[in-house]
């Protein structure tokens, strides 16, 4: 196999990562702004539950048309677009006054992230052959993670300096800007002047590169043939289960520190940073054994099963924290964290989608993949809105995570079957 001649795959990379820490900032920075938000609005729990669905709502209803347009458009057009929009749709929720308007933006927001991550599986599986593939997922992937991670106390300190409204004026301007940024820099690989023929063939030898195809028209028999495949439907139903850990540390995690635990809002901005990096390193892990397994053993099922199954057995563990008194804040935090760095092994998913998709359909199997998982982000907030609500106890809440946490771990590793690129043809395999 040739190797590559440059290192251009590095920035393109570090472009990904930083869009993606900043959707998954738009996204969280409702759920630091909330114990204000509330006050000021007048919002109850189940209230919340809804608006922190309605992100869901549109995230998950527009991702095969997002993966439609992205097959039909193309990544640096769908991307640089998506992100300018979603990000001044967070930067307008620093004007609402209702809580129409505050479905209205989160709608918004939901429908033009929608493209994200189907978007960065077509650039997974287009810059990077199969054996680096895994390692690269983990490193743009952390993004969503580290964000957080490393800004919560600068966005919990943001919030109480310049109100919640500020928090979304400076997370939505840099959101824009960054729009732009992806416009002046992202090219496919054939585009790109600095990318010789010999790290092309490097690509493609290890199965990625772009498709060279006619662009393929949109049809519904797409979505049927694709769902035909086990391994779709697999892999579908087990991100289902394991975004269900991820919404609600994005949603609900500090309502549940300060709320139930009574933590202050500073120390449970403190406190929040360390889940969170624990779902970075799970990341970082995952990718790093699952390539490593994959080179030695050259089994695609056991280099993407191994780490995933695992992580959604560690992700179960949450309803421990149930058995945790008041006041033993680090034991529950803790507890969260093994949880969360499960979760965040999970996230190797995005890489089986990648393995699998077919070249000429990579945006809608994704969009179809993601709009499983994101059924989750629907699901989840109202789960533990409303049953919050009626019990004043989050003991059912985190029992449901960890349950769909097991159902996700089954269908990895006995739905989802051979690990392989499918054809989008009705007598590809």
């Known amino acids: 196999m040739t190797a590559r001649t440059t290192r251009r795959w590095f920035p393109i990379l570090a472009l990904v990562a930083v869009a993606t820490m900043v959707n998954y900032l738009d996204r969280t920075v409702l759920g630091i702004a909330a114990p204000y938000l509330t006050n000021e609005l007048a919002l109850d729990a189940a209230a919340m539950g809804v608006v922190f669905s309605a992100f869901s709502w549109s995230y998950a209803l527009l991702q095969i048309p997002g ?7 193309g990544t640096r057009v769908t991307y640089s677009l998506a992100l300018t929009l979603w990000s001044g749709f967070t930067a307008f929720m620093g004007v609402i006054s209702s809580l129409p308007m505050l479905l209205f933006t989160r709608v918004g927001v939901g429908v033009f992230e929608a493209p994200c991550f189907p978007a960065n599986s077509r650039i997974l599986a287009t810059w990077f052959p199969q054996q680096e593939r895994a390692r690269a997922n983990s490193i743009y992937s952390v993004g969503q993670y580290a964000g957080i991670a490393f800004l919560s106390v600068p966005l919990f300190w943001i919030t109480q300096q310049f109100g919640w409204r500020g928090l979304f004026f400076i997370a939505g301007g840099f959101g824009i800007a960054l729009g732009m940024l992806f416009w002046l820099n992202y090219r496919e690989p054939s585009e790109d002047r600095q990318v ?8 493609e030898a290890g199965g990625g590169g772009e498709y060279k195809g006619a662009r393929v028209a949109f049809s519904w028999n797409d979505i049927a043939l694709l769902l035909r495949h086990r391994q779709i439907v697999g892999a579908s139903i087990g991100q289902f289960g394991g975004n269900s850990t991820q919404v609600f540390f994005v949603t609900w995690f500090p309502t549940y520190l300060v709320n139930v635990r009574g933590m202050s809002f500073i120390n449970a901005g403190m406190m ?15 990718g790093q054994v699952s390539d490593r397994i994959l080179k ?8 993407r099963k ?24 680090a034991l529950v935090i803790a507890i969260m964290s093994v949880a969360f760095f499960g979760q965040g092994m999970t996230n190797l998913g995005w890489t089986v989608i990648s393995d699998v998709a077919p070249k ?6 994704a969009g179809i993949f993601n709009f499983s998982a994101n059924l989750a982000g629907i699901v989840t907030p109202l789960v533990i809105g409303y049953t919050y609500q009626s019990t004043g106890s989050f003991f059912g809440p985190l029992v449901y995570i960890g349950v769909v946490a097991l159902i996700g771990a089954f269908s990895y590793s006995v739905i989802l079957g051979d690990i392989h690129r499918l054809t989008g043809n ?4």
């Open 306 to 329: 191994l780490p995933i199954v695992g992580g959604m057995l560690l992700a179960s563990t949450i309803v421990i924290a149930n058995f945790v008194p008041t006041g033993s804040d």
């Open 296 to 303: 030695k053993a050259g089994s695609a099922n056991v280099a």
């Open 196 to 203: 010789g023929a010999g790290e092309i063939a490097h690509i």
């Open 272 to 286: 929040t940073m360390l889940p969170y990096i624990g779902a970075s390193i799970g990341v970082l892990v995952a």
């Open 426 to 429: 009705r007598h590809g395999s």
């Open 360 to 365: 000429e359909l990579i945006g809608l199997t």
């Open 67 to 73: 993966g439609i347009f992205l097959d039909r458009y």
